[in-house]
Every structure is written in structure tokens, then in C-alpha cells.
């Protein structure tokens, strides 16, 4: 008997030790991290915190978290100040000049976005940092060349030239377009400027707007660092009611684009939709279309589908990409063009971007081979 409970002991020691040591473990390892996320609340008298206590804690923590937002756009203002752009306007009857210089710093930080519609509508964005004697540039261009009316002969959603059967194709080259609106807004305390383009007829229009801060505009919160854009495609002239569209649009660069199912607007939390880009890499830098994975059909939302990243039917040396878009009277979309990965963004710690939480696994792990070795020698 006495043998029994010696053994029993044994096992509740080994298994008492465990915990233990690895708090020991957690007291060393934490504060070399530089993880402070975690709040410990100690109480001589009990155990537990009472219901009051704990409201009160988080009531407190409620408070940390809040972040200092004037302009109600869910952007907190110290990130706002960092972005801040200034932005001039250039507009004539069919070309428009948008510059955007950003506001803190000595360094040269400018985007250009020239939008014309002497031929076909096309965005042409160049961008050039400045820093000490490194001076770095990128540019490329997004054209809009016709809309093809296509039956989808295998039925996966995208057109193929080779495969589905067209019938007809309508090119903007051969449109006649309304000199170019401009009017201004103010959206949370920010001037957002608003540019309209239609073809003569109303079939085609694109409206894009552009802002030196954080706005949300039409439910999507712009970057000042893009241009969003809205496509809109009015009672086109079908000639099958089963028929579905495809927009093709020309990538002009010197550089190649990649196609990329994450945008960075996406893994910012800046997006609310899943969605898709193209994007150029040019001295380090990256230029992007992207465009909502939903397009509005008639009221509805709809999926849309893009063709791969494929060689211009034209010119070889050139891109292409087609949107797919679904039957309907009514057709918005809502692609953007803009420069990522110079966004100053904070970046939210979790656990397995803390510094040094790799070295703290393993510690952990170490720790606990280390126990039940001994604890199985010792049985």
C-alpha cells in the first residue's frame, strides 16, 4: 500500500512540475520578445475576479484599442497624416493630369495618373521616389480597346477566341466620346475629385475618382495613393439573350505583369471584397490594376471572371486580359489602378509575427521532451 501511494505521488509531482516550469518558462522567454499583449490581473483575496472587476477591464482595454478618427472614415488620423497626398488637377476636353505628391518628408514621393480618351479610353500612371541620390521610377498604361459580345460555348465563364462564338465586337477606337466632367465633393472632411467619361451614345461610361486621404466613396474605402474607377456598360445592343461580355483591356510596360488573387488593399483590411489585380514590378516598385471579384448586374451582385494574363492579339510584346461579365441591362464594375507597398501602415501583431515567438515554441517544446524523459526514468 505505502508502495502505491509512493508511486501515485510521484506521478502528481511530475504532473504538477509540468505547468510550472512552463510558467517559469513564459516569465523568462515574454519579456524578450517584446509581447505585451497579454494582461495578468492579480487579487490577494481571490481567485477570480468578480463580475465588476472584469467589466471594468474591459472597459478599460475598449478604451486602448479605440484609435483617434475626426474624420469618421475608420482609418485612424495618425495613419491619415502619415498617407496625406497633395493633389493637383489638370483637365481638358479629353485628357485629364492627376499628380499626387506626398505631404511629409523632403524625399520626392509622385504618382501621375493621365487618363485620355482620344482613341481608346487608357490610364497611364507613372510614379518616381526620390531619395538622397537613388531615384527610382515606374510606369505603365491600361487600355480599354472594344467589348466583345460572346455565346460561351464551354460554359467556364471566360471568353475564348478560339473556343466561343462571337458575335459581335464593338471598339471604343470607333466610338465618339463627351468631353470629360469634373466636379468636386467633400466625403469626411476630404475633397474628393470625380471625373465622368461617356461615349455618345451612353453605352460605355467610366467615372474615376481620386483623393489625398483615406475616403470612402460608393462603399469602397479609396487609398490616396489609387484611382478608383467605375465601369459602366448601359442597354447594350445584345444580339442573343444568352450571350455574356468580355472587355478587353491592354497592358502596356516594359516589364511583365503577373496575375495575383491577393491585392494589397485586401490584406490591408482596406477591402471589404475579394479581389483580384495585375500588377507590374519596375526598380523595386509595384504598379496594379485591380478590380472587385463581384460586379453589379442589374441591381444584383454577380461574380466576375478574368481571363490569364496573355500576349496582345496585336502586338506581341504587349498584354491582354479579358472581364467577363454576365447578361444584363445594367452592368457596374469597379476596377482601380494605383502603386502598392508604399503605404504607411501599422502593422497588428499577432502571435506568429511577435519577435521571437518562434524561440518560444521551441523552448516550450524542448521543455516538455525534457520533463517526461525524466519523468519516464524516474517510473
Keep these: 500500500?505505502?508502495?502505491?501511494?509512493?508511486?501515485?505521488?510521484?506521478?502528481?509531482?511530475?504532473?504538477?512540475?509540468?505547468?510550472?516550469?512552463?510558467?517559469?518558462?513564459?516569465?523568462?522567454?515574454?519579456?524578450?520578445?517584446?509581447?505585451?499583449?497579454?494582461?495578468?490581473?492579480?487579487?490577494?483575496?481571490?481567485?477570480?475576479?468578480?463580475?465588476?472587476?472584469?467589466?471594468?477591464?474591459?472597459?478599460?482595454?475598449?478604451?486602448?484599442?479605440?484609435?483617434?478618427?475626426?474624420?469618421?472614415?475608420?482609418?485612424?488620423?495618425?495613419?491619415?497624416?502619415?498617407?496625406?497626398?497633395?493633389?493637383?488637377?489638370?483637365?481638358?476636353?479629353?485628357?485629364?493630369?492627376?499628380?499626387?505628391?506626398?505631404?511629409?518628408?523632403?524625399?520626392?514621393?509622385?504618382?501621375?495618373?493621365?487618363?485620355?480618351?482620344?482613341?481608346?479610353?487608357?490610364?497611364?500612371?507613372?510614379?518616381?521616389?526620390?531619395?538622397?541620390d537613388t531615384e527610382t521610377e515606374l510606369d505603365f498604361t491600361i487600355k480599354f480597346k472594344s467589348i466583345t459580345e460572346y455565346l460561351d460555348i464551354d460554359s467556364n465563364g471566360v471568353y475564348n477566341k478560339s473556343v466561343d462564338e462571337e458575335l459581335q465586337v464593338l471598339k471604343f477606337e470607333d466610338m465618339e466620346f463627351l468631353p470629360i466632367e469634373y466636379s468636386t465633393s467633400t466625403v469626411s472632411n476630404t475633397t474628393v475629385h470625380l471625373f465622368k467619361s461617356s461615349s455618345v451614345d451612353g453605352m460605355f461610361t467610366l467615372q474615376f475618382y481620386v483623393a489625398g486621404e483615406f475616403t470612402p466613396v460608393n462603399g469602397s474605402l479609396v487609398a490616396p495613393t489609387e484611382v478608383k474607377i467605375d465601369i459602366g456598360i448601359h442597354d447594350f445592343p445584345y444580339l442573343n439573350e444568352s450571350s455574356r461580355l468580355a472587355l478587353y483591356t491592354k497592358?502596356?510596360?516594359?516589364?511583365?505583369?503577373?496575375?495575383?488573387?491577393?491585392?494589397?488593399?485586401?490584406?490591408?483590411?482596406?477591402?471589404?471584397?475579394?479581389?483580384?489585380?495585375?500588377?507590374?514590378?519596375?526598380?523595386?516598385?509595384?504598379?496594379?490594376?485591380?478590380?472587385?471579384?463581384?460586379?453589379?448586374?442589374?441591381?444584383?451582385?454577380?461574380?466576375?471572371?478574368?481571363?490569364?494574363?496573355?500576349?496582345?492579339?496585336?502586338?506581341a510584346n504587349e498584354q491582354k486580359i479579358y472581364l467577363n461579365y454576365p447578361h444584363g441591362a445594367e452592368i457596374i464594375h469597379d476596377p482601380k489602378v494605383g502603386v502598392a507597398g508604399i503605404l504607411q501602415m501599422d502593422v497588428i501583431q499577432t502571435p506568429t509575427n511577435i519577435p521571437g515567438f518562434e524561440t518560444l515554441i521551441a523552448a516550450f517544446a524542448f521543455l516538455t521532451v525534457a520533463i517526461v524523459t525524466v519523468y519516464r526514468r524516474r517510473r
Design 1 to 132: 500500500m505505502i508502495t502505491k501511494l509512493s508511486y501515485m505521488k510521484r506521478h502528481l509531482f511530475a504532473l504538477l512540475a509540468i505547468p510550472l516550469l512552463l510558467g517559469i518558462t513564459f516569465a523568462a522567454i515574454l519579456p524578450a520578445t517584446g509581447f505585451t499583449g497579454m494582461i495578468v490581473a492579480e487579487d490577494d483575496e481571490s481567485d477570480e475576479l468578480s463580475e465588476t472587476e472584469t467589466s471594468e477591464v474591459e472597459d478599460e482595454d475598449d478604451e486602448d484599442e479605440k484609435i483617434e478618427d475626426s474624420d469618421d472614415d475608420e482609418v485612424d488620423d495618425e495613419i491619415e497624416e502619415k498617407n496625406e497626398r497633395e493633389v493637383e488637377i489638370e483637365v481638358e476636353d479629353y485628357s485629364v493630369q492627376i499628380k499626387t505628391q506626398l505631404k511629409l518628408g523632403e524625399n520626392k514621393d509622385e504618382i501621375k495618373v493621365k487618363f485620355t480618351v482620344d482613341d481608346n479610353p487608357k490610364f497611364k500612371l507613372e510614379y518616381e521616389s526620390e531619395v538622397g
Design 251 to 315: 497592358l502596356e510596360s516594359e516589364a511583365e505583369y503577373e496575375h495575383d488573387s491577393d491585392t494589397e488593399d485586401e490584406t490591408k483590411g482596406l477591402s471589404s471584397d475579394e479581389e483580384e489585380e495585375v500588377e507590374v514590378e519596375m526598380s523595386g516598385f509595384v504598379g496594379f490594376f485591380s478590380w472587385s471579384e463581384l460586379v453589379v448586374v442589374d441591381g444584383q451582385n454577380m461574380s466576375i471572371i478574368s481571363s490569364p494574363v496573355g500576349t496582345d492579339d496585336i502586338d
